[in-house]
């Protein structure tokens, strides 16, 4: 049976418990019995965003319907912030936030929590992990501030996150990307797995022109990696037999399995193979499709 996770962050796990997201909930949706967390009204101009929020990318027409809804009905679950020394600064809720201002309104509910700096990059990035909102890079660079900013080693933030350390690694290495070819990514014009075989590249003009080429020629990861080989002069492996065409299908099924697990799946035409590391491994992916039960340790 799996493990219970630790707490988040540095002896903060008497705070945050188990889940960030489930605490976050758990404050804003029963702010009316928590002591000292009672709801206010907050004019908008006195919310200053947070500094650590790791999304930069906001689907414009999300928030539009947004504030429509918002317009209509208000605003059910309450902002998060804090007091600082002039107004308040955000913890979470900028979508809330961004689609309030659309829809013209000067204030906004919330609830003041005492955090630490510490404390709201942790929340922010974990929280916004956790819900899964974020494009790969964003994800690296979040990833990349706690490692930096807050010490976290690698195995920590497999940890935190509920990622393979490998997964972490890989993906932290898209920030080695050049700026354009990091925009491509977050413009879904090429995916993490098409990106990633470019890092082995001699440098960032090779990467950029390479990243043009997949681009234009619509290539296949499996194509990517070929690309690659022949700009290095790397002979491919020779076969001993004809390798088949995979089924667009399946190979799609494959990259959206592995991105969720975190882990090598390959999916055959009457069989799926997910590979783990370990124990530890296998009992997160069996976490991940819902095959362990909860029980108290």
Same mark, same amino acid.
């Given at each position: 049976?799996?493990?219970?996770?630790?707490?988040?962050?540095?002896?903060?796990?008497?705070?945050?418990?188990?889940?960030?997201?489930?605490?976050?909930?758990?404050?804003?949706?029963?702010?009316?019995?928590?002591?000292?967390?009672?709801?206010?009204?907050?004019?908008?101009?006195?919310?200053?965003?947070?500094?650590?929020?790791?999304?930069?990318?906001?689907?414009?027409?999300?928030?539009?319907?947004?504030?429509?809804?918002?317009?209509?009905?208000?605003?059910?679950?309450?902002?998060?912030?804090?007091?600082?020394?002039?107004?308040?600064?955000?913890?979470?809720?900028?979508?809330?936030?961004?689609?309030?201002?659309?829809?013209?309104?000067?204030?906004?509910?919330?609830?003041?929590?005492?955090?630490?700096?510490?404390?709201?990059?942790?929340?922010?990035?974990?929280?916004?992990?956790?819900?899964?909102?974020?494009?790969?890079?964003?994800?690296?660079?979040?990833?990349?501030?706690?490692?930096?900013?807050?010490?976290?080693?690698?195995?920590?933030?497999?940890?935190?996150?509920?990622?393979?350390?490998?997964?972490?690694?890989?993906?932290?290495?898209?920030?080695?990307?050049?700026?354009?070819?990091?925009?491509?990514?977050?413009?879904?014009?090429?995916?993490?797995?098409?990106?990633?075989?470019?890092?082995?590249?001699?440098?960032?003009?090779?990467?950029?022109?390479?990243?043009?080429?997949?681009?234009? #020629?619509?290539? !296949? $990861?499996?194509?990517?990696?070929? %690309?690659? *080989? @022949? =700009?290095?002069?790397?002979?491919? &492996?020779? #076969?001993?037999? !004809? $390798?088949?065409?995979?089924?667009? %299908?399946? *190979? @799609? =099924?494959?990259?959206?399995?592995? &991105?969720?697990?975190?882990?090598? $799946?390959?999916?055959?035409?009457?069989?799926?193979?997910?590979?783990?590391?370990?124990?530890?491994?296998?009992?997160?992916?069996?976490?991940?499709?819902?095959?362990?039960?909860?029980?108290?340790?």
């Amino acid at each position: 049976m799996a493990e219970k996770r630790q707490g988040l962050g540095r002896g903060l796990s008497s705070i945050f418990g188990q889940d960030v997201e489930q605490y976050l909930d758990d404050i804003q949706n029963n702010a009316a019995d928590a002591p000292g967390r009672k709801e206010i009204q907050i004019r908008i101009r006195e919310i200053r965003p947070n500094p650590y929020q790791p999304r930069k990318e906001f689907d414009k027409k999300a928030l539009e319907e947004l504030a429509d809804s918002i317009r209509t009905h208000g605003i059910f679950t309450p902002l998060l912030v804090r007091k600082s020394v002039s107004g308040y600064d955000l913890i979470t809720g900028e979508r809330r936030l961004r689609a309030a201002t659309m829809a013209g309104l000067d204030t906004v509910p919330a609830i003041s929590v005492d955090f630490t700096d510490e404390e709201m990059m942790e929340i922010s990035i974990l929280e916004n992990v956790q819900r899964e909102d974020l494009n790969p890079i964003e994800e690296a660079a979040a990833y990349d501030s706690l490692v930096r900013k807050l010490g976290y080693t690698q195995e920590k933030l497999a940890e935190r996150v509920g990622k393979s350390r490998e997964y972490c690694a890989n993906i932290m290495r898209l920030l080695k990307l050049p700026n354009d070819v990091q925009q491509m990514v977050i413009s879904k014009k090429l995916t993490m797995s098409h990106v990633r075989p470019l890092l082995s590249l001699k440098d960032e003009d090779q990467i950029y022109d390479a990243a043009k080429k997949v681009l234009q #020629k619509k290539m !296949s $990861v499996r194509e990517v990696e070929n %690309y690659v *080989r @022949d =700009l290095q002069g790397t002979p491919a &492996k020779t #076969k001993t037999r !004809s $390798v088949q065409v995979k089924d667009p %299908y399946l *190979r @799609d =099924l494959e990259d959206r399995m592995q &991105k969720k697990l975190a882990t090598q $799946v390959t999916v055959g035409k009457k069989s799926i193979n997910i590979a783990y590391g370990d124990t530890d491994d296998l009992n997160r992916i069996l976490d991940l499709l819902g095959c362990i039960e909860d029980a108290d340790l």
